[in-house]
């Protein structure tokens, strides 16, 4: 018998505790190279990564995207924010991509695998989508890092539509950029964990 099992709405999820977040202290935002092989030298040590990437969001039907802007990958501890206007740090980027050594698990990554694809133009490796194992574990078919969250912690994953929708090209990140970044793949590190236990 094939059974579904059920995925919290949003009423349930609202009356859950609030999952605890990275703070500051354990984002680090990565601009040139040598700050990303520092980074890459610290993930090397992880056989797993959360990951994710932000783009500039276009609002207009004919605008092409030219992101990722960012590239976000976290352990259980701490997360590394990378922008990619340096090239130097572009490259580092792309190799970590396109390493199969190390599986990097998110939500909903078809769209950022086609534009790495185009502006690193690296193949990405041991990218790990979320929502396979869900769906492989008789959920519906788009769990979400919200609804996972909620299902295997039973806590409440705050996600801002300020910073989703704010402009991830800015040289200067803000701090909520940062938090909501790095949060999006330190939450995929611990989904990804628990799922593996």
């Known amino acids: 018998m094939n059974t579904t099992l059920p995925t919290p709405g949003k009423e349930e999820i609202a009356l859950l505790p609030e999952f605890e977040r990275l703070g500051l202290d354990r984002i680090v935002l990565v601009?040139?190279?040598?700050?990303?092989?520092?980074?890459?030298?610290a993930l090397r040590d992880h056989p797993?990564?959360?990951f994710d990437t932000e783009s500039k969001p276009t609002?207009?039907?004919?605008q092409v995207s030219d992101g990722p802007h960012i590239v976000q990958l976290a352990t259980l501890?701490?997360?590394w924010v990378f922008q990619l206007h340096d090239t130097g740090c572009r490259d580092v980027v792309a190799g970590l991509l396109s390493t199969d050594a190390h599986?990097?698990?998110?939500?909903?990554?078809?769209?950022?695998?086609?534009r790495i694809?185009?502006?690193?133009?690296?193949?990405?490796?041991?990218?790990?989508?979320?929502?396979?194992?869900?769906?492989?574990r008789g959920y519906r078919k788009d769990m979400g890092v919200k609804g996972a969250v909620a299902v295997l912690f039973q806590q409440r994953f705050?996600?801002?539509?300020?910073?989703?929708?704010?402009?991830?090209?800015?040289a200067r990140l803000s701090e909520?950029?940062?938090v909501y970044a790095a949060n999006d793949a330190y939450a995929a590190a611990r989904v990804f964990a628990a799922l593996r236990v």
């Open 31 to 41: 601009t040139n190279r040598a700050q990303a092989i520092e980074a890459s030298a």
């Open 48 to 50: 797993a990564w959360g």
């Open 59 to 62: 609002f207009l039907k004919e």
């Open 77 to 79: 501890n701490r997360a």
């Open 103 to 114: 599986t990097k698990a998110g939500f909903g990554l078809g769209d950022d695998n086609k």
């Open 117 to 136: 694809r185009s502006k690193l133009a690296v193949e990405p490796a041991g990218v790990l989508e979320l929502n396979a194992i869900f769906r492989a």
């Open 158 to 170: 705050i996600k801002s539509k300020k910073a989703a929708t704010s402009n991830w090209a800015n």
């Open 176 to 178: 909520a950029q940062l």
